[in-house]
Every structure is written in C-alpha cells, then in structure tokens.
C-alpha cells in the first residue's frame, strides 16, 4: 500500500514503517498521523507481520517534532481532541510488539512516538528531548507521563523544563533507549531484536507485553493477578507444548499462536 508520507514493507515477518518527509526532518503532521493510522491498521491485520519497527528516513532525524506551521494554528479544541496522544496510545496498545529505530533528532513528538514503542533502539548521533516549553506548550503527546515513568520524575522534570536534549549514551544510561550503535548499523540492529522476538512463542510475547504494561499502571498485586490469569492461558496452550516439546527434543519450535 502506498502512503504519501511513509515508507512501507513486510520481510521476514517484519513489518517497517519510515516516516519519509527529511526535507523537514520527518516533521510529524496531520498527514504522517493518518498515514500511521492507516499502516497500523494495516499491519495489524496482515498475519504475515509479527513485529512492527519504525524509523525515520534520511540520517539527521528520527522525527524532529511536530510541524511548527500546523501547531502555531491550533487551538484549544485541538488540544482537547489530542489526536497525536490518540496515535500514541494506540501504537503503545498495539496487538504487535514495536521497537523504534531512532537514526537522528527525536524531539517532541518525535521523542513522544518513540516512547510509544515497547523498545528503543538508537544510532551514535541520536538525540532526544521535549523542548516544548520553549514555545509555551508542553509534551501533549504523552510526553508528560511516559518520560517519567521511564526515566524517572526528577530526570523527566529537568528534561521538560529547561529543554534539554540528551545524546544517545546519554539516554542509554538513564534508560530511555536500551541500545546505541554506529548509525550504519541501527536497522541491522533493530531487526535482529525484531527477529529474537519472533522466534519467540507469539502468545506469549503477547501475553507478557499485556501484563508488563497492565500491571506497571496499577499496583504490584493487582499486576500479580493479571501475570497469573495470563499463565494459566498459556500453560493451556498449544503453544506452550510446542515449546517445551522442541525444547526436550533439541530442535526449533513451531509455534502457531500468532
């Protein structure tokens, strides 16, 4: 499917989606919100698909934040509506595991989207950060929330507050990203992490996704039941019994949960 604003395929059971717009850096605009919105959807019901990886194209951004012209028009009412969180949200629920391949600036929403993914991946001249406060906004994107909880409130407050970018050795030690590689690497890179995934059993990487992300917004007994509830449904499983089987008798497992 052809996007205007996107770059998509499927290899290997990895579905890539490159934001194609680095004239401005891979500006997130209403148009690249849609695109999304449409390749999601599509990927999401594409069994071919397994793990979802995105990135931006061109070596100087990732996504270098929303487009200045289309925010200096807003208003409250498209505060209200909130369509990037929106987008957000659903990529950070999506059915399929994602892993963002930062190659560049990822600022504002770029940062944003890239926190939406389960994983982050970033090349040697990555940088990151939320400089919203300079234009009398904040990170409405879900910057506010996944930051801290990423990183913590003191490092998260200091971060919006003044502005300021951190390199990717930077992010790596706070634990924003969980990889830096030399930039003629990072796609290599995130799709070997997007194969170690899909050699694992598909329900359960499902299932594990659903109570890390279930259990991290409610409290620890809460999430215990919730891990509980989604062992039982795997010990159920055909899955399961393809995994240990294979595993006792010393070969590749088959799984068919995907």
């Given at each position: 499917?052809a996007?205007?604003?996107l770059?998509?395929?499927i290899?290997?059971?990895?579905?890539?989606?490159?934001?194609n717009?680095?004239?401005?850096?891979?500006?997130m605009?209403?148009r690249?919100m849609e695109?999304?919105h449409?390749?999601?959807?599509?990927?999401?019901?594409?069994?071919g698909?397994?793990v979802?990886?995105?990135?931006?194209?061109?070596?100087?951004?990732?996504v270098?934040?929303?487009d200045?012209g289309?925010l200096?028009?807003?208003?409250a009412?498209?505060?209200l509506?909130?369509?990037?969180?929106?987008?957000?949200?659903e990529?950070e629920g999506?059915?399929?595991?994602?892993?963002a391949?930062?190659?560049g600036?990822?600022?504002?929403?770029g940062?944003?989207?890239?926190?939406a993914?389960?994983i982050?991946i970033?090349?040697?001249?990555?940088?990151?950060g939320?400089p919203?406060?300079?234009?009398?906004?904040?990170?409405?994107?879900?910057?506010?929330?996944?930051l801290?909880?990423?990183?913590?409130?003191?490092?998260a407050?200091?971060?919006i507050?003044?502005?300021?970018?951190?390199d990717?050795?930077?992010?790596?030690?706070?634990?924003?990203?969980?990889?830096?590689?030399?930039?003629a690497?990072l796609?290599?890179?995130?799709?070997?992490?997007?194969?170690?995934?899909?050699?694992k059993?598909?329900?359960?990487?499902?299932l594990?996704?659903?109570?890390?992300?279930?259990?991290?917004e409610?409290?620890?007994?809460?999430?215990?039941?919730?891990e509980?509830?989604?062992?039982?449904?795997?010990?159920?499983s055909?899955d399961?019994?393809?995994?240990?089987?294979?595993?006792i008798?010393k070969?590749k497992?088959?799984f068919?949960?995907?």
């Amino acid at each position: 499917m052809a996007y205007e604003t996107l770059l998509t395929d499927i290899q290997h059971g990895i579905g890539s989606i490159v934001v194609n717009r680095p004239d401005v850096r891979n500006a997130m605009n209403r148009r690249v919100m849609e695109d999304l919105h449409a390749a999601l959807d599509a990927f999401r019901e594409d069994d071919g698909v397994g793990v979802v990886v995105l990135t931006g194209a061109g070596e100087k951004a990732f996504v270098a934040g929303a487009d200045i012209g289309e925010l200096r028009e807003r208003t409250a009412r498209d505060g209200l509506a909130a369509r990037m969180q929106r987008l957000y949200d659903e990529i950070e629920g999506y059915e399929k595991p994602t892993v963002a391949a930062a190659n560049g600036y990822a600022l504002g929403g770029g940062l944003e989207l890239a926190m939406a993914c389960d994983i982050r991946i970033a090349s040697e001249n990555a940088r990151f950060g939320l400089p919203e406060t300079a234009l009398s906004i904040i990170p409405g994107a879900g910057g506010t929330q996944r930051l801290a909880r990423l990183v913590g409130k003191g490092r998260a407050l200091e971060m919006i507050l003044t502005g300021r970018a951190v390199d990717a050795e930077e992010a790596r030690a706070i634990g924003l990203v969980t990889k830096v590689v030399p930039q003629a690497e990072l796609v290599d890179a995130a799709r070997e992490t997007a194969g170690q995934i899909l050699s694992k059993g598909p329900l359960a990487v499902r299932l594990a996704r659903l109570a890390v992300q279930t259990g991290f917004e409610t409290d620890q007994k809460t999430g215990l039941v919730v891990e509980r509830l989604a062992q039982a449904l795997l010990y159920a499983s055909e899955d399961k019994r393809e995994g240990t089987s294979a595993f006792i008798e010393k070969r590749k497992p088959d799984f068919k949960g995907r």
